[in-house]
Structures are given as C-alpha cells and as structure tokens.
C-alpha cells in the first residue's frame, strides 16, 4: 500500500502513516525549568567550540604550509589546499550533528536555529539560548586556536570570514544568502518525518546530507567570502582575531545567513509541506 493514498477526483490523502510534531510553542516559560533545556544548550556550546577548533585550526595550518615564504619550494602543492579546508568544515558538522542530534538536534548553527523556530520547531526561549550557547562556543574555538598557534594565528588571517577582493558586497551577501539556502534546506529535507516515512526502504543518516552540503558550499564560495553561512563561526573568528576588515564585513555574515535560513524555511514549509500555513498560523497560541 502506498505512504500517502489520494483520495481519485478529491485531491485529499488518506491512510499517512507517518506523524508531524505539534508545532513547538512561541514562548514556553516552562523550559527554563527543565534541565534537558540547559543540558542541549551544553551540547550546543561544546560542538560549536569543536567545529570551529577543528576548522580554523585547519585554515591556519593550511597558510602556513602553502606560504612560500615559508616553503618557496613547493608553497603551491603545500597543505591541504581548498578542498582539504571545504572537507574539514563539511566533515566537522557532519561528525557533530550525529553526536549531538538526540541531546540538541545538532543545530550548531544560529541561522539553522533561526531556520527551524520560523518553521516552529523549536521554541524561542530554545532558539535564543542555542544561538547565545553558540557564539560563546565559537569563541572559546576560535580561542582555543590562537592559544596553539600564536605565532600563526595572526599572521595568517585568524580563519576570520572576510569579503574578498574584487568582489562587491552585493555578491558577497548574495553569496551567503544562497549557501545558507542549500544548509538549511538540506536539514529540513534530511529532517522531515515524511520524506522518512515515504523513504523508509532507503535509510538516510541525515547529518551525512548535511555535512555535505556544508561541503559544496564551502567549494562554491570560500574564493568569495571565505564560507560563513554560520553567523557564530563568523563572530568567533571576528571576536578573538579583532582586525577592522572582519569586522566590517561581519553584517554580511549575518544578515546573509538569516535570509537565507529564512526563506528556506518558507520554501520548505509553504510550497513543499503542507504545514506550512498551519505551522505560522500557530504563532498566535501556545498550544
């Protein structure tokens, strides 16, 4: 028998075997009460502080190596060049989301956090406190970092997120926006308890499509912006490296991956889910 029955001539469905969440309530004071709250904010933190160890450090290495005043030998064959860079950050969330998807849900993310409260999956209490937990975790990384490699760290750009030259800031948040796009549309496909239902013949781990989005992403747009499409890896490199360019560029490592992450949410939820409507008519209960 198929997942989803259409009802011939009515266009309805009938027989789901599969069930969506009750959309998570707008504001729920009761969570500040329960410590499985604060144990997923810990999660948050801890993994966001791994990635952007992992990753940064990754970034510094891989400039150090390829620095031809360092190695003017073979500077261009050093390191593990664009793709190696691109694997370490797709590799990272992948390894995170599964560690963390059944404390946290494996956000690791501000804009995947925003993402998922429009479309009412988690509360706004949750979302604010994952996306704080979030940038003190990047930072501690990002700190984590500069504490190794000193003498590195500085010198080579402190993996800080920056517009590169030659291109406008037009198509530096254009950029942003459309990688952040691919993430977080990826998560809700990953997600979603119906394509999991329909598909259950197919297993999918889903921070395997996740962390390869991460992936292309990075290949795509590391010449431009050097890759945010995470406000608190960029906040975190901006934070602890503390150079004028990083900072000037930073709004549009924030807002590029909150539209983003927004307009996926409505492109999952309005055009391909029908729960869409339901889900953000629900704003205006807590039930």
């Not at 707008?26 to 999660?43: P, Q």
């Amino acid at each position: 028998m198929a997942k989803d029955t259409e009802v011939a001539g009515r266009g309805e469905y009938g027989g789901k075997d599969y069930t969506d969440p009750p959309p998570a309530p707008l504001i729920d004071a009761e969570e500040l009460t329960k410590w499985s709250l604060y144990r997923a904010a810990i999660a948050e933190f801890v993994a966001t502080m791994l990635f952007l160890y992992v990753t940064v450090a990754t970034v510094i290495g891989y400039k150090h190596q390829s620095d031809p005043n360092v190695n003017p030998a073979d500077a261009a064959c050093s390191g593990v060049g664009i793709l190696g860079i691109a694997w370490a950050f797709g590799g990272m969330i992948f390894i995170l989301v599964y560690c963390t998807a059944g404390i946290s849900g494996g956000h690791i993310n501000p804009a995947v956090t925003l993402g998922l409260f429009l479309a009412r999956k988690v509360s706004l209490v949750r979302a604010l406190l994952y996306m704080v937990a979030q940038c003190l975790g990047a930072i501690c990384g990002v700190g984590l970092v500069k504490g190794f490699q000193e003498a590195y760290f500085v010198r080579y750009g402190g993996g800080a997120n920056e517009l590169s030259a030659g291109y406008s800031k037009g198509t530096g948040l254009a950029a942003e926006i459309i990688g952040t796009f691919v993430l977080v549309y990826t998560v809700f496909a990953a997600t979603d308890p119906k394509r999991n239902a329909r598909d259950s013949h197919v297993p999918v781990l889903a921070p395997l499509p996740i962390g390869f989005a991460v992936f292309m992403v990075h290949l795509a747009t590391i010449p431009i912006t050097g890759t945010g499409i995470n406000p608190a890896r960029s906040l975190g490199a901006a934070v602890i490296y503390n150079q004028d360019k990083a900072w000037d560029d930073q709004w549009i490592f924030w807002v590029g991956p909150f539209v983003g992450a927004a307009i996926a949410a409505a492109y999952h939820q309005y055009v391909l889910r029908a729960s869409g409507a339901k889900a953000m008519g629900s704003f205006g209960s807590n039930a």
